[in-house]
C-alpha cells in the first residue's frame, strides 16, 4: 500500500474532525484571493485610486497577522476552538455579502480588517487541532490543508471572472515615465508606441459598463455558508450545544484504543521536549525565552535571513496575486478585463499544484537544492517576462511558472531552517511572521509603486525583490556553514571534556572489582 495502514486508521477515526478543518481553510483560500481580479470594481466601486485600494489589502494582512498571533487563546478546549472556527467561518461569509455595499475605501478596509482577523483565527486553530489529533503523523494532513487553501485561491478568481467588468473606470493606474519607456526599448530592439496608462484599450463612447461583481461576491458568500453550518455539525456531533444533545459518540476497538494511547504518550513526550527546548510557541515567548542566552551569532542570523527570505518570496506571491490582473489589463497587454481574470487563476492553481508535486520532491531532494532551484527558477521567469513584455502567451505560462517556482520554498524554507537549529530554535514562529508581513508590505509597496510608474514597474518590482531574496539565501548558506563549524568545534571539546571523566570512572570502577576479589 502507498498508505501506512495506521495512518488511514487514524484518518477514519477523525475523518470528521479533519474534514471539517480542511473545509474551513477552504473560506480562507476563497477569502484570501477575491481581491486580485475584482481590484479594479472594487476601485470603481469606492472611487479610489490604486494606491488608496492597495491599504485594503494592507488591512487585510495586518489583521490576518492578529489574529494568528492571538488564535491559540482559542485552543484550550475543544468548545472554545470550534466555536471560534464557526464564528469566523460565518464571519467570512457575511464579509462576502456586504462588500458590495462599500462605497468608501474605509468601509471597504474595515471589511477586510474583520475578514482578515477571521482567517487569522481559521489558520492558527486549524492547524493546531489537526497537530493535536495526529501529532508526529500530522505531516501529510497538513499538507492536504493548505492544498485547500489553494484550492479555494483557485476557486475565488473563476467565480469572479464572469462578473467583471470589461470597461472598468478609467483610474487603473498612473501615468507611465519617460524613463520606463526608454528603459523598454533597452530590452527590446523595437520602437515602442506610448501609451498612457489611465486610458482604456476599449471605447468609452456609450459611457462606463455597470459593473455585476456584487453578484460574484453574492455566490462566494452562499458556497462558503456550508464551511459554518459543517462546524456546527460537528459541534453537535460533540456534544458541544447544550440545547441539542447529539448521539453517544461510539466505543473504541482495542487496537484503536491501543493506538490512541500510545499516540497519546509520544505526543505527551514530545511536548514536554518542546517545553523544554524553548518549543515552537509564539514570537514574543520565543524572544524571552533564557535558553537563547549565549548562543553564537550565527543561530540568531539563520532566524533572521530565513525569514528574510520569506519576507521576500512571500512578498512576490501576495504582490503577483494581487495586481497580475491589473497589470494584464494595462497597456501594453491590453488584455480584455474577463481574459486577464483567469491569470490569478492559473497563478493559484500552480501554487496548488506545486504543493502536491513538491511532496513526492522532498523524499528524492534535499531542502536547500529545492530552495536553489525554486529561487533561481522564479528570478528567471521574472527576466523571461520582463524580456517578453508584449507577449500575451507568455504572461500566462510565464505566471503558471511563477506560481510553480514559488510554491514550495516556505515549507522547504522551513524544513532546512528547522534541520540547521536541530528544531531548538524559533524558526517556525519567526519565519511565518515575515512571511505574512511580506505580504502585507509588499501589496502596499507595489502596488504604490504601480500608480506612480506604470504598469511596467510591477514586474521590474518582481525582479529585484527575487534577486534580493536570492541574495539574502547565498548569506544563509554561508551562516549556515559558520554554524555548522560552531557545532562541530562544540562536539569536539564536549568530548575533550567526557574522556577524562570516562577513564576517571573507569580506573575507580577497576579498583573496587580488585577489592572486592581480594576480599
Not at 435 to 442: C, D, L, Q, S, T
Not at 463 to 492: E, Q, S, V
Request: net charge negative; charged share 10%; aromatic share 10%.
Amino acid at each position: 500500500m502507498f498508505v501506512d495502514e495506521r495512518i488511514v486508521t487514524l484518518f477514519k477515526r477523525n475523518a470528521h474532525h479533519t474534514l471539517t478543518y480542511w473545509s474551513v481553510f477552504f473560506s480562507f483560500g476563497l477569502c484570501i484571493a477575491f481581491l486580485g481580479p475584482t481590484i479594479l470594481d472594487l476601485q470603481c466601486q469606492t472611487n479610489s485610486t490604486l494606491s488608496q485600494i492597495t491599504w485594503v489589502f494592507f488591512s487585510q494582512q495586518f489583521c490576518l497577522l492578529i489574529g494568528s498571533s492571538i488564535g491559540g487563546v482559542f485552543k484550550k478546549t475543544l468548545f472554545s476552538a470550534l466555536a471560534a472556527l464557526f464564528v469566523s467561518a460565518l464571519t467570512i461569509s457575511v464579509i462576502f455579502a456586504i462588500i458590495p455595499l462599500c462605497n468608501n475605501v474605509l468601509l471597504l478596509a474595515i471589511a477586510m480588517a474583520v475578514s482578515g482577523f477571521a482567517m487569522g483565527i481559521i489558520d492558527t486553530i486549524a492547524n493546531i487541532q489537526l497537530v493535536t489529533i495526529y501529532q508526529r503523523d500530522s505531516a501529510v494532513f497538513l499538507q492536504a490543508l493548505h492544498f485547500f487553501i489553494g484550492f479555494g485561491a483557485l476557486v475565488s478568481p473563476l467565480i469572479a471572472d464572469p462578473f467583471l467588468s470589461e470597461t472598468g473606470c478609467g483610474n487603473h493606474t498612473g501615468n507611465e515615465t519617460e524613463s520606463m519607456h526608454h528603459f523598454r526599448n533597452m530590452l527590446r530592439n523595437s520602437p515602442i508606441v506610448e501609451h498612457n496608462i489611465n486610458q482604456s484599450h476599449l471605447p468609452h463612447e456609450g459611457g462606463e459598463e455597470d459593473s455585476n461583481v456584487h453578484y460574484a461576491f453574492w455566490i462566494m458568500a452562499l458556497i462558503n455558508l456550508p464551511v459554518p453550518l459543517a462546524v456546527l455539525f460537528l459541534m453537535y456531533r460533540e456534544k458541544l450545544i447544550p440545547c441539542c444533545p447529539g448521539d453517544t459518540p461510539p466505543l473504541l476497538d482495542k487496537d484503536e484504543l491501543a493506538m490512541e494511547n500510545q499516540q497519546g504518550a509520544e505526543g505527551s513526550e514530545v511536548e514536554q521536549k518542546e517545553h523544554e527546548a524553548g518549543g515552537h510557541g509564539d514570537i514574543f515567548s520565543c524572544c524571552q525565552n533564557d535558553n537563547l542566552r549565549g548562543l553564537p551569532v550565527s543561530f540568531f542570523m539563520i532566524h533572521i535571513l530565513g525569514g528574510m527570505v520569506l519576507f521576500m518570496t512571500d512578498g512576490i506571491v501576495g504582490a503577483y496575486a494581487g495586481f497580475v490582473y491589473t497589470y494584464g489589463v494595462a497597456p501594453p497587454m491590453s488584455l480584455p478585463h474577463k481574459t486577464a481574470g483567469y491569470l490569478a487563476s492559473i497563478f493559484w492553481a500552480a501554487i496548488t499544484a506545486g504543493r502536491l508535486l513538491s511532496i513526492p520532491l522532498s523524499y528524492r531532494f534535499q531542502p536547500v537544492r529545492l530552495l536553489m532551484f525554486n529561487l533561481a527558477g522564479a528570478i528567471v521567469t521574472v527576466l523571461m517576462l520582463l524580456i517578453f513584455y508584449t507577449s500575451n502567451t507568455f504572461l500566462f505560462a510565464g505566471t503558471c511558472l511563477c506560481g510553480l517556482f514559488l510554491s514550495s520554498i516556505f515549507p522547504c524554507m522551513l524544513a532546512y531552517t528547522e534541520d540547521i537549529l536541530d528544531y531548538q530554535g524559533c524558526a517556525t514562529s519567526v519565519l511565518v511572521t515575515s512571511a505574512g508581513m511580506g505580504e502585507m508590505v509588499m501589496q502596499v509597496l507595489v502596488g504604490s509603486i504601480i500608480q506612480t510608474e506604470g504598469s511596467y514597474s510591477f514586474l521590474l518590482c518582481g525582479m529585484i525583490i527575487a534577486c534580493l531574496g536570492f541574495i539574502l539565501f547565498i548569506g544563509l548558506l554561508l551562516f549556515h556553514r559558520m554554524h555548522r563549524n560552531y557545532l562541530t568545534g562544540t562536539t569536539k571539546k564536549s568530548a575533550m571534556v567526557e574522556e577524562p571523566a570516562t577513564e576517571q570512572n573507569g580506573s575507580a570502577t577497576t579498583e573496587q572489582k580488585e577489592e572486592t576479589g581480594s576480599s
